[in-house]
């Protein structure tokens, strides 16, 4: 799963950085609705950003041993 922000051009999403999605693959978009989207945007940073790539790689690395779990052991 990947989160992408963009924005809405009026026609189409355009994402912000550069994406790998194959052409016609289905996607998932979620539409954050705000009333003023300066004010919220403080609120919505402290939930939503980057990760640093430490994190990404600690993640990426206990994600690595949800693969080894024997779903037969349970």
Request: glycine fraction near 4%; aromatic fraction near 10%; charge should be negative.
């Amino acid at each position: 799963m990947n989160i992408i922000q963009g924005y809405y051009d009026g026609s189409v999403f355009v994402p912000l950085v550069p994406v790998n999605v194959k052409i016609n693959q289905p996607v998932l978009i979620t539409v954050l609705e705000t009333a003023n989207q300066n004010a919220d945007k403080n609120r919505f940073d402290k939930f939503f950003g980057a990760l640093s790539v430490e994190d990404y790689c600690e993640i990426t690395e206990a994600l690595k041993d949800t693969e080894k779990v024997d779903i037969n052991e349970w």
